[in-house]
């Protein structure tokens, strides 16, 4: 990948995170930019500046929250991966068109049936019937 | 007047009837792209029809053929069909626009911090890790192909090309835009008028149209297994997926290999399609330059 500044950054809001989630038992309360810093800032030769800027970055983007502790912020992981990867997975049409009749529309999802499933089988079968030299491969 | 009247009855015939009858064609499905552009210029020429129909009104009105007193129900309803049209579509663009650009934003932060990116030509790649074979892109100018890890263990390598031709011809071609240009007027229309099942052929053909992409990279047999493989997993809005209801994905499959449109060759039926297209935009235009024409000759 070409190392643009942009995509640098993308690469250390993953760091960043993974750090927030693989400790997020052992500091429920969260960590300060001194402490990520600490755990992979010194290793990398990063500024602490710099993950102050990530962490902000990912605040914005709603994936972290933040709160004060003295004079500093505590960061947490606003969700775990896994909610994170559902939530991607599932997003509905009706949020996005901020319309809830329109939920169901082009929202494919519905659970498809056996006799759906021995159909779409079938297409496929006669599809490959059709064209037996593709299909041997 | 006629021509006022023209335009009015044509805005509502290509709004109500017109789209009800295309959607039951399905045997248009084979020429995807011709079907396509024939739906849209449908779509184009409702919509100019109707916000035509007042304007083509001023220069009668200004060359003195036609009397106000005389024909005041027909002028107020072409005023009242071109003004309605224009506010609801510009609100209806403006929210489907934003709508879309947030869903998309906010996917694209959450892949970006999920996935792992993919390298050199594949940089526009993420890898989710999660069992549910699936995929999609993510269109815009920050675009994205979203692959599951279940992805990868499920599919072999051509159907894996199949799928990723497949994502790649709906961001090529933009067809999200051809999406939104038809969600947009669909939400401008009030609810008596819409047609889910015009908006559903859409994005059927849409789909249809990168499967044939994905036929001409890995043939017909891999596509067909790559979307038999993909059935029924989820697929996130805003996004164009390679995951469909199970219907959807074996009328696709049906139509992976078409030939013949009513024993016509596909080629014979599109060109027809094409030109349809092309009297269908052109007769707005030409009514209201006709009207434009009787006032220079007065």
């Keep these: 990948m070409p190392s643009t500044p942009r995509n640098r950054l993308g690469d250390l809001e993953r760091v960043v995170i993974e750090e927030l989630w693989t400790t997020a038992d052992a500091h429920p309360e969260g960590r300060t930019v001194r402490e990520v810093h600490d755990a992979i800032g010194v290793e990398r030769g990063l500024a602490y500046t710099t993950l102050m800027t990530v962490l902000d970055r990912i605040a914005k983007k709603d994936l972290v929250r933040r709160e004060r502790d003295g ?6 992981a606003a969700s775990t991966r896994a909610e994170l990867t559902s939530e ?14 329109r939920t169901a529309l082009l929202h494919f999802l519905d659970e498809s049936t056996p006799e759906e499933l021995d159909e779409l089988r079938a297409a496929l079968a006669e599809l490959e019937a059709r064209r037996p030299d593709e299909a041997k491969r | 007047m006629l021509v006022v009247a023209a335009l009015v009855v044509l805005a509502v015939l290509l709004a109500w009837p017109v789209p009800r009858a295309l959607a039951r064609a399905t045997s248009l499905r084979r020429a995807p792209r011709a079907a396509l552009v024939l739906w849209q210029s449908t779509a184009a020429t409702a919509v100019l029809a109707a ?6 009104a001023i220069p009668l009105l200004v060359g003195r053929q036609v009397r106000l007193s005389e024909h005041w129900v027909t002028l107020a309803v072409a005023a009242a069909l071109s003004g309605v049209v224009a506010v609801r579509l510009l609100l209806s663009g403006d929210r489907v626009g934003r709508n879309l650009r947030t869903a998309r934003r906010r996917h694209r932060d959450l ?4 996935g792992v990116p993919g ?12 069992t549910t074979p699936t995929a999609y892109c993510v269109p815009g100018v920050r675009r994205r192909v979203v692959l599951t890890q279940g992805t990868l263990d499920r599919l072999g390598p051509d159907e894996l090309s199949a799928v990723l031709a497949h994502e790649r011809a709906h961001l090529g071609a933009r067809h999200d835009l051809v999406m939104e240009f038809f969600t947009v007027v669909h939400e401008a229309m009030p609810g008596f008028l819409r047609c889910d099942d015009a908006l559903r052929e859409v994005h059927l053909l849409i789909e249809v149209l990168a499967d044939r992409a994905a036929v001409r990279h890995a043939g017909a047999v891999s ?3 790559a979307i038999v493989a993909m059935a029924g ?3 996130p809005a805003g996004a164009m997926a390679m995951a469909d209801s ?12 078409a030939e013949r449109i009513a024993g016509l060759p596909i080629p014979v039926v599109a060109a027809m399609m094409y030109a349809v297209s092309a009297v269908l935009i052109a007769t707005p235009l030409a009514l209201y330059l006709g009207a434009i024409a009787e006032l220079t000759l007065v």
């Design chain 1, 71 to 76: 004079r500093a912020w505590r960061y947490t």
């Design chain 2, 246 to 257: 199970t219907r959807v994905a074996t009328a696709r499959i049906g139509l992976l290999d």
């Design chain 2, 51 to 56: 916000l035509l129909a007042a304007p083509a």
């Design chain 2, 111 to 114: 892949v970006d911090l999920l």
């Design chain 1, 88 to 101: 991607s997975l599932h997003h509905t049409l009706g949020e996005l068109a901020g319309d809830t009749r």
């Design chain 2, 119 to 130: 390298e050199g030509a594949d940089r526009h790649m993420r890898v989710l890790e999660h």
């Design chain 2, 223 to 225: 596509t067909g297994r």
């Design chain 2, 233 to 235: 997993g989820p697929k």
